[in-house]
């Protein structure tokens, strides 16, 4: 009987620590976009490819605290991986600023879509910062159909209005949104370049 009642109680206690954990939060660099798409036909841009660090390539969360520290936190995580993520909130924000509904990340069957511009991102950086906000950094390359590639690179610092996960995401979000003008200048200029 003694042994029975122990296991019931080890039972309850397990039962009581998973209640006592948080439920996860998840979080996306998306923002629920207006029914309106750009209208225009030109330029037509598809991201092919992205590579992001390790350290961010994954579901969680991660806070950076210091120089040499990090947190991953458990409770908050990425709806979706950010290799995807990132390339759609990108192109979405091109679309926009170029007023071209021919902005696509398509990262498998992209290398075979005709298009005036291939976009290939090498996320250096995506941290979330203690007391900061967002840091930044990616180096980008577009291959136009005709004429000579470009690199580019856009390293960002956004403020945050806190260290809360939600207005931290938002300054990354924006940081990213920062990035994809930069790309929209670039390609304005090698469009106002062609014949």
Known sequence: MQIRIMCLMAGAAVLAGCAASPAPRHFTLSERQ?????????????????????????????????????????????????????PRVLADELGQRLDSGRVFSLPIDGQNLDADFRLILDVQRLEAVEGEGA??????????????????????REASESDDAEALVAAQRRAMKAVAADIAVKVSQLMEKRP
Do not use: F, K, Y
């Open 34 to 86: 207006a029914a309106t798409l750009p209208q225009g036909v030109t330029p037509s841009i598809v991201i092919t490819q992205t590579t992001l660090p390790d350290l961010i390539d994954r579901p969680q969360l991660v806070l950076r605290r210091s120089d040499n520290r990090v947190s991953i936190d458990e409770t908050r995580r990425w709806a979706e991986p950010l290799r995807r993520d990132i």
């Open 135 to 156: 840091q930044v950094d990616v180096v980008w390359r577009l291959l136009p159909r005709q004429g000579t590639p470009s690199i580019g690179r856009s390293v960002l």
